[in-house]
């Protein structure tokens, strides 16, 4: 598997991260098919979150690996805490109660990567860098970053977390592109114009942030997958033929669209079946073309001014 560096350290990570997301809902053994299907290619890098399952995603992963120092050694992995029922918490001590919790259910000492999940209205950055500072200094947590944070929250954190904020894991699909579409309505009067992130995509890139997008499939917000739905025929002609020029399925090409973006990100996967998600590694093999990259865009309804 085609690797990159993590952010600006030193962490060789797979272009393509494994989703743990719904593993709650799949047997001991199908988790291990699944997990198998990652390893085998060299997908070594498995995404969590303490709200999978309500913990039990992280739980059955452990079971499903047979957790131990050796297997422990073959893997990179990502968690993300901060979301609680009916509110969002980043102060100190919920983060550092959610990452003993997320270590015991993964049955680990250390995380790879905590991220924290979706931006605390309350947050007191002092105290993220004094969470953050304590993980490190304890070995529970070897880097750091976020998800669903524009510019100016990022800077915020910067200003008093000590540690490099590797990761932003952000929604983007080729469907879900404002982020990358904004980019081409500088000045418009048209509602393609509107900054809806901050500007979130070119600050990564110049911060060196990697950004993870998650649900790489979705159009809307959890509405549904665009591969293969009527909603989108065009689309779906476009990438089929992609698809049978490079002899891949049209999963592939979505995610081969991702990665062709010289921001180099790492997608998160989400599916649950070892077919699909062999379908979805192989996207780390297909470089699409300038022109193939524009006519998957222009296919899912966007324009250039």
């Known amino acids: 598997m085609r690797t990159i560096k993590l952010g600006n350290s030193n962490l060789d990570v797979p272009v393509v991260a494994v989703g743990m997301m719904r ?7 199908e988790v291990q098919t699944l997990i198998g299907t990652a390893m085998d290619v060299g997908a070594n890098f498995f995404d969590h979150a303490d709200i999978y399952g309500n913990g039990t ?9 047979g957790m131990s120092s050796s297997v422990r050694d073959t893997m990179i992995l990502q968690s993300k805490c901060g979301i609680r ?16 919790n997320i270590l015991k259910r993964l049955n680990t000492d250390y995380l790879d990567i905590l991220l924290l999940h979706r931006p605390d209205a309350l947050v007191e950055p002092e105290e993220v860098a004094a969470a953050f500072d304590q993980l490190e200094q304890e070995g529970k947590v ?10 100016r929250q990022i800077e915020l954190l910067k200003k ?7 990761a932003n894991q952000l929604q983007l699909s080729i469907t879900n592109a404002t982020m990358i579409t904004q980019g081409f309505n500088v000045n418009m009067e048209n509602d393609e114009a509107v900054n809806r992130d901050g500007g979130i995509l070119d600050y990564c890139r110049l911060n060196d942030i990697t950004i993870q997008p998650w649900s790489p499939f979705q159009f809307g917000f959890f509405e549904g997958v665009f591969l293969d739905n009527p909603k989108f025929p065009e689309l779906n002609a476009k990438i089929d033929e992609i698809a049978a020029k490079y002899g891949v399925s049209n999963t592939t090409i979505a995610i081969a669209w991702i990665l062709r973006h010289p921001a180099k990100m790492q997608p998160v996967t989400g599916t649950t079946t070892p077919e699909r998600l062999a379908d979805c590694l192989k996207a780390a093999d297909v ?11 222009l296919a899912a309804g966007n324009t250039l001014p």
């Open 23 to 29: 593993i709650n809902t799949m047997s001991k053994a």
């Open 57 to 65: 995603c992280e739980e059955i992963f452990a079971d499903a690996v």
């Open 85 to 100: 029922e009916g509110m969002f918490d980043f102060s100190k001590e919920h983060i550092l109660d959610s990452v003993d």
């Open 142 to 151: 070897r880097h750091f970053g976020v998800s669903n944070q524009h510019p």
């Open 160 to 166: 008093f977390v000590r540690q490099p904020l590797v």
């Open 287 to 297: 470089h699409l073309t300038r022109e193939e990259w524009y006519a998957i865009l």
